[in-house]
């Protein structure tokens, strides 16, 4: 553990990062040299952010990362929108517990408009029911955004279902043509999961609703990572894996992804859930599958047949079709 008598400057700390960020192998005395500090200083700050959960190869020659990493860069993000008016701020952050948190506390002041947060470190993602979301340091996209709706829009408990078109049409338009929707908030690749959604919202029926959006996508996990996620019985899958090599990089993403979030969360507030819901169902990897719905105190058996207006899931049961706003679904074993 770091000595906590000679405590580690965060700026240095962040500067190192910067210079690895090119997944080149740096020597020490060259790391002290562009720092202007000790060896002895890299040393420390090299193993503070190991502590991090950052992983940093040593070897003869010096210090590397194992692959370089796009770090989160607010001005390149913005410059590689084609439309940003509706955006407010954007915050980039070194590590926090949660994007969505942070967006809690710092929302969008102004309606129909939003902020947005990156992190290069979560310490406490979250997923839906509670779950963690893990994502290692530079292997995928931990954003959120935050809305601030004049007042509740119609159809409100759809805009799960909303964003993840959004982010699907996003993926669609870089090539990932197979990515589909499972409700409420998955996007699937061939059956694994690359990308979840989470909304808070918190705002009075009848007045303005701040609402939260964290994203989660897989971009490049390590093997570890995804064995470690199989042996929970989760089955993933990463943007790599779905387009190649050919990437955009992590700010262009964010901004591919803000751009499509801002264009549905404009006509959500004025038109509700209609304007998505047949595109929303072309997306739909559900769609006359067998399935369960696992409920606190049920599970349904039945055939999914697509979404209600509202957004909730229609299922055909033994008793006739079923809507259920939420629950958690999975494919019937056959």
């Known amino acids: 553990m770091t000595n906590q008598s000679e405590p580690i400057d965060i700026p240095r700390r962040e500067q190192l990062l910067k210079l690895l960020a090119d997944g080149a192998t740096h020597s020490g005395e060259r790391l002290a040299e562009q720092l202007n500090i000790t060896r002895a200083a890299v040393w420390k700050a090299i193993n503070a952010l190991r502590e991090l959960g950052i992983d940093i190869e040593s070897q003869h020659q010096g210090y590397k990362l194992p692959i370089a990493v796009d770090l989160y860069d607010a001005a390149r993000i913005r410059n590689a929108m084609h439309d940003h008016l509706n955006l407010q701020r954007i915050d980039v952050l070194f590590t926090v517990d949660s994007t969505n948190r942070y967006i809690t506390d710092h929302p969008a002041t102004r309606s129909d408009q939003a902020v947005l947060c990156v992190t290069e470190i979560q310490q406490a ?14 292997s995928g996209i931990c954003m959120s955004l935050g809305w601030l709706f004049d007042s509740m829009p119609p159809a409100f ?170 629950g958690e679904v999975s494919l019937r074993a056959r």
């Open 157 to 326: 408990s759809a805009l799960s279902l909303v964003v993840g078109v959004a982010l699907t049409r996003a993926l669609h338009s870089i090539g990932a043509h197979e990515v589909g929707l499972k409700w409420p908030n998955d996007l699937l690749w061939r059956g694994r999961k690359l990308a979840g959604v989470l909304i808070e919202m918190r705002g009075e029926p009848d007045g303005p609703a701040h609402v939260v959006i964290g994203i989660g996508l897989n971009l490049q996990l390590p093997e570890a990572s995804k064995q470690q996620l199989l042996e929970q019985q989760a089955h993933v899958t990463d943007l790599h894996e779905v387009c190649g090599t050919q990437l955009l990089s992590r700010n262009e993403l964010v901004a591919l992804f803000t751009t499509h979030l801002l264009q549905v969360l404009t006509v959500f507030a004025r038109d509700g859930f209609a304007p998505f819901v047949n595109e929303w169902q072309r997306y739909d990897v559900l769609s006359k599958a067998e399935v369960n719905v696992l409920q606190a105190d049920r599970t349904v058996a039945g055939i999914a047949r697509g979404v209600s207006e509202d957004g909730s899931l229609l299922v055909e049961t033994a008793q006739g079709v079923q809507r259920f706003v939420s």
């Open 125 to 138: 993602g979250r997923g839906r029911r509670g779950r963690s979301w893990v994502a290692p340091f530079g």
